[in-house]
């Protein structure tokens, strides 16, 4: 079982920077770490993840070159980095990890599931 705890979310300008992180405890082992971002009456999307502690990370379309996924595996914790947001930004964010064998960004491969943190942009 993994337990995961987001925070970092906030309320910013379009235009800020929000650092969200993910700390993981219990049995931690994972292949990939994933965060996702669900916005009222909208499917929950992935936004980025990372696949075995770094060896490869990938981006949706939408965020790519603002947001950056890390990992601090001493720390056990993963980090979204999120600059220039938007107000499309705007959507609680989960963070979620995965035993599929593979890279994968799909919600239905995810089995661990944090409570999620609001990240709300304004324009």
């Known amino acids: 079982q993994v337990q995961l705890v987001e925070s970092g979310g906030g309320s910013v300008q379009a235009g800020g920077s929000l650092k969200l992180s993910c700390a993981a405890s219990?049995?931690?082992?994972?292949?990939?770490v994933g965060w996702f971002r669900q916005a009222p009456g909208k499917e929950r999307e992935g936004v980025a993840r990372i696949y075995r502690g770094g060896i490869s990370t990938a981006y949706a379309d939408s965020v790519k070159g603002r947001f950056t996924i890390t990992q601090d595996n001493a720390k056990n914790t993963v980090y979204l980095q999120m600059n220039s947001l938007k107000p499309e930004d705007t959507a609680m964010y989960y963070c979620?990890?995965?035993?599929?064998?593979?890279?994968?960004?799909?919600?239905?491969?995810?089995?661990?599931w944090g409570q999620g943190t609001q990240v709300t942009v304004s324009s």
């Open positions: 979620a990890a995965s035993v599929f064998p593979f890279a994968t960004l799909v919600p239905a491969h995810f089995t661990y």
């Open positions: 219990g049995k931690t082992y994972s292949t990939n």
